[in-house]
């Protein structure tokens, strides 16, 4: 089964986790975001063997807007995802040397009455389970990607991606707002 339905059906699963027989307004999520360790999601479940530089993700305020009214979008499940690329040489048939591979860490939260959830600074250790030597022109060293924020609503699931070079220039400007319409 290739990451991508993995990935997929791992976001699925999250969700109907985190919503089977709750009430989201009920819930003990709140605007901050908080990492969950969901077993058998985001990565394989043996120890890693590698380890690549760690990366430190800025403190991220995210407001969500309906983008035909323009009004806040609150009381909504949102799931983030922290990933990261590992390299594995035995990937599949379309990857005869090999095939970078996404993991991740998640965290969820509920959208405040302003449609806002924060995110805090979060450490993110990229991780391996495979060990190789470097390849011809690249390192197979896992590598930090970027931030995947989902959110939930009641027709679908809509993603958002932040990534390492936009984080980093966030961190640079000291930028925390983050806005994005959603089409409802």
């Keep these: 089964m290739s990451t ?3 990935y ?3 976001i699925f699963l999250s969700a109907l986790i985190s ?3 709750q009430d989201i307004s009920s819930s003990s999520l709140n605007a901050v975001c908080s990492p969950v360790k969901d077993v058998g999601v985001g990565h394989p479940q043996t120890t890693p063997v590698i380890f690549g530089k760690a990366f430190v993700t ?3 305020r995210v407001h969500f807007l309906d ?6 979008i609150g009381g909504n499940l949102v799931v983030v995802h922290y990933t990261w690329w590992y390299f594995n040489p035995t990937s599949g048939e379309n990857c005869e040397w090999g095939c970078w591979e996404d993991a991740y860490e998640n965290a969820q939260c509920i959208t405040d009455k ?3 959830v924060n995110l805090p600074e979060f450490e993110v250790v990229p991780s391996g389970w495979f060990k190789t030597k ?3 022109f690249f390192s197979t060293a896992p590598k930090f990607h970027d931030i995947e924020i989902d959110i939930h609503t009641q027709k679908w699931i809509i993603g958002y991606h932040l990534s390492q070079k936009e984080l980093e220039r966030m961190r640079k400007t000291q930028t925390v707002d983050v806005t994005f319409e959603v089409e409802l």
């Design 134 to 136: 470097p390849r011809l």
């Design 58 to 60: 800025p403190n991220v």
């Design 19 to 21: 919503l089977a027989g």
């Design 4 to 6: 991508k339905v993995i």
């Design 8 to 10: 997929l059906i791992g």
């Design 67 to 72: 983008a035909g009214t323009k009004n806040q």
């Design 114 to 116: 302003s449609g806002t």
